[in-house]
């Protein structure tokens, strides 16, 4: 097998991170809010982009602007506010998501009858007014911006396109669609390559002249540019294009050619596919990775990476993976902050070595990504010359503001990313626009001011319940001049924050469950009451003005025969309490969601337990975006934890759980990383369904650990509304629905905004 020992350290690395001394705030372990470094003269220092500077060091990453266009592709108001938000805030230089190329030759990228759910910057005249509105607006804003090109998805493209279009998926060869691997994808001809070389030239002159300040090649993560130019997706052997490098070097060139010199060309490249390094072995027994063998070497990459230069390209970024180990370009909560600066300075040095220059004459700048959202730790990578520049994505998405607070030495102030990937990516995966789980105004500044308008009828509103809703609906009431109380039963703020926060790989939800108790102690107009039992009497004695109940869930116990007979706690309360794991080295953990997972994770790296997962559903982690859940299940088998899935709890006993588990032909390999769960709305005519053999098992442990979800505990809300104890009274985030962090924001911020 083709492998680098750096990607493979690296790879290795991801799933155990945390069991090495030292890795408290620094590369490759947690990242803190401090600020140490301050005051960032590195971050806030300006830089060269061909003939274009940038003001400071920080770039926007390319989050995909999925429905926030017309259907024509047009930039709607929705996305514009989106980008100048982040302009004001004080980013150097803004990136829009990925803008394809190749319609009409790629089915996959747009919708039945030509509708769009990207933008675009093709097709009529009229799209070419919305990128012209957003350049200027940034630019009054201070900052510069790139257009994200692609030549299009390939085989990550929806498949939907062979059911609603009739055409197949395109790509490099014969390769299989990631979403559905028993459609194959059909190889682009070389007349339609040069095509689509011809589109980006075309493209970026339109950009040009609409103002936007740079293109930028989306040439990773496995989209059509990575099939193309990657031999593990590229296995032609006729025609110009069997050269794997030859179609990026010539899209380049044609923008060049079409743009002229000092129009500054920005290139998204993988050092590595890393699917070698991933996957092992499996790389030969499954069947849709099978093909997928010889992607570039680091050497490979580099060598690429020069003859892009000479051909026009004037900066880069660099990361590792693809679709196929989603994880890796897209690092979730689990992973360590900086993962990738070893990545950017192997880059970073081997231009410096060969003296590498632009066709402008200057130093090609290399981009740093990767969980870089931490200031201290983006100042220091700068500072040791791992890279010239960071990019930050979600952290400007939590906190549009990130550069202004960095810069003031306000780093205490920044909202801090939770690394969910809710509200950023699966939210448009699920056929929503970009929001974000800590920031509810994030993908709706286009209706929502800025500042939160002060109230002219101030209120006293009682909050029953100090979780996640409770607190971030106080902080907000409480900006706007209302009069606050919360009301706590347990004897700390935080609710179901507080055991999440727990497990080492949860240090983002650590930050923003620190930054959110903070803020409601610095808030003024906010008073806490701890250790207090509400109950209707007390709330109609308060004389408040509104109530608002955010109680969270009531744990699920199952009604299950034997339950007594075996050692059992709640995970929650088990992640609150460790110590009352006592002397358990065996455990079964009964439920296969986000709560039951990660406390899996939790007790076989943090405890060393042997952890058995039994999970009633096909897939574990069902409903999580793809990355997280890929992340926490292949590190999870790495470290030897049994996920049973189809498999259903029919009695407890003294030190043993009684299963009854499907192993009939059809049902998922539990194990499955490389394959997404398909939105519930969209079918696979062509996927297994599972038969009904099913054979019981008995699992011997010590303790069982209950992880089976929560319902909407909303009890104290419906009595208190049918004893009327105040004039206004709301219900909202688990005690009305069991969400997410993104669920209980979204309702307190739109319920601040109302009340």
């Given at each position: 097998m083709k492998k680098d020992e750096l990607i493979q350290k690296l790879v290795d690395s991801y799933g155990n991170w945390f069991t090495e001394d030292g890795f408290?705030?620094?590369?490759?372990?947690?990242?803190?809010?401090?600020?140490?470094?301050?005051?960032?003269?590195?971050?806030?220092?300006?830089?060269?982009?061909?003939r274009l500077t940038i003001k400071n060091r920080v770039v926007m990453a390319p989050m995909g602007n999925c429905?926030?266009?017309?259907?024509?592709?047009?930039?709607?108001?929705?996305?514009?506010?989106?980008?100048?938000?982040?302009?004001?805030?004080?980013?150097?230089?803004?990136?829009?998501?990925?803008?394809?190329?190749?319609?009409?030759?790629?089915?996959?990228v747009t919708e039945k009858g030509n509708y769009s759910y990207f933008p675009r910057i093709d097709a009529t005249r009229t799209n070419f007014m919305g990128w012209r509105d957003l350049a200027q607006g940034v630019h009054a804003r201070g900052s510069r911006i790139f257009i994200q090109l692609t030549p299009g998805l390939g085989r990550v493209g929806n498949p939907q396109c062979l059911l609603t279009k009739y055409q197949l998926p395109v790509s490099a060869s014969l390769n299989p669609n990631f979403y559905i691997p028993e459609i194959p994808c059909r190889p682009l001809t070389d007349l339609e390559c040069d095509r689509i070389i011809r589109n980006g030239g075309q493209a970026a002159a339109d950009a040009q002249t609409m103002g936007i300040d740079g293109v930028y090649l989306h040439g990773h993560e496995g989209y059509l540019l990575d099939q193309m130019t990657s031999p593990a997706f590229n296995h032609r052997k006729l025609g110009k294009y069997a050269d794997w490098q030859r179609f990026g070097i010539e899209l380049v060139k044609s923008i060049r050619k079409r743009t002229g010199p000092n129009y500054p060309i920005m290139y998204r490249i993988d050092l590595s596919l890393a699917l070698e390094e991933t996957y092992g072995e499996r790389m030969d027994k499954v069947k849709s990775l099978k093909g997928f063998h010889n992607g570039r070497s680091i050497a490979d990459t580099l060598d690429y990476m020069e003859n892009l230069v000479k051909a026009g390209v004037d900066i880069f970024d660099v990361d590792l993976g693809c679709y196929d180990n989603w994880w890796l370009p897209h690092p979730p909560a689990g992973m360590p902050a900086g993962c990738y600066l070893d990545v950017s300075k192997v880059a970073k040095e081997y231009f410096k070595e060969r003296g590498i220059k632009s066709n402008a004459g200057v130093e090609v700048p290399i981009v740093a990504v990767g969980k870089l959202g931490y200031p201290d730790l983006a100042e220091k990578a700068l500072r040791d010359g791992k890279c010239d520049m960071v990019m930050l994505g979600r952290p400007v998405l939590a906190d549009p503001d990130w550069c202004l607070k960095a810069y003031a030495g306000k780093v205490s102030e920044i909202r801090?990313?939770?690394?969910?990937?809710?509200?950023?990516?699966?939210?448009?995966?699920?056929?929503?626009?970009?929001?974000?789980?800590?920031?509810?105004?994030?993908?709706?500044e286009d209706v929502y001011p800025a500042e939160f308008p002060k109230t002219t009828a101030p209120k006293r509103i009682g909050v029953v319940g100090g979780g996640c809703a409770g607190m971030n609906f106080a902080v907000l009431a409480a900006k706007k001049g209302h009069t606050v109380e919360?009301?706590?039963?347990?004897?700390?703020?935080?609710?179901?924050?507080?055991?999440?926060?727990?497990?080492?790989?949860?240090?983002?939800?650590?930050?923003?469950?620190?930054?959110?108790?903070?803020?409601?102690?610095?808030?003024?107009?906010i008073t806490v009451k701890l250790n207090t039992e509400v109950t209707n009497?007390?709330?109609?004695?308060?004389?408040?003005?509104?109530?608002?109940?955010?109680m969270g869930t009531k744990d699920a116990v199952p009604p299950i025969k034997g339950l007594d007979q075996v050692a059992h706690i709640q995970a929650t309360d088990l992640l609150m309490k460790p110590e009352l794991l006592g002397d358990a080295k065996k455990v079964v953990v009964v439920g296969g969601g986000a709560v039951g997972v990660e406390t899996a994770y939790f007790l076989s790296y943090e405890k060393n337990c042997r952890v058995q997962v039994v999970e009633m559903l096909e897939h574990f982690l069902d409903g999580a975006c793809t990355a997280n859940r890929g992340h926490l299940i292949h590190y999870l088998e790495k470290n030897g934890v049994e996920l049973l899935n189809c498999s259903k709890v029919v009695e407890f006993g003294k030190n043993l759980v009684r299963i009854s588990r499907n192993v009939s032909a059809g049902v998922p390999d539990p194990?499955?990383?490389w394959q997404p769960i398909l939105p519930k709305n969209v079918e696979n005519p062509l996927a297994k369904k599972p038969g009904s053999e099913t054979v019981v098992q008995e699992l011997s442990c010590d303790l069982v650990v209950l992880a089976m979800g929560g319902r909407a505990d909303d009890r104290a809300f419906l009595s208190a509304q049918q004893a009327q104890v105040a004039?206004?009274?709301?219900?909202?985030?688990?005690?009305?629905?069991?969400?997410?962090v993104l669920e209980a924001n979204r309702a307190a911020y739109n319920l601040a905004m109302e009340i």
């Open positions: 408290e705030n620094r590369q490759g372990g947690t990242g803190r809010m401090t600020q140490e470094l301050y005051p960032y003269t590195s971050l806030f220092s300006p830089i060269r982009i061909n429905q926030m266009a017309e259907e024509t592709g047009r930039p709607n108001d929705k996305m514009l506010q989106y980008f100048f938000a982040r302009a004001k805030g004080g980013v150097g230089l803004l990136t829009t998501g990925l803008v394809p190329i190749s319609h009409h030759i790629d089915a996959s801090p990313c939770i690394g969910c990937q809710e509200g950023c990516v699966n939210e448009f995966v699920e056929g929503g626009h970009p929001q974000c789980a800590v920031n509810g105004r994030t993908g709706f919360i009301l706590e039963k347990a004897d700390q703020l935080g609710g179901k924050l507080n055991p999440a926060s727990v497990p080492l790989v949860k240090y983002d939800i650590d930050n923003y469950t620190k930054w959110l108790k903070a803020q409601v102690v610095k808030t003024p107009g009497d007390l709330l109609r004695a308060a004389g408040y003005d509104a109530v608002v109940f955010c194990y499955n990383t004039p206004e009274l709301y219900n909202i985030g688990d005690s009305f629905h069991a969400g997410r």
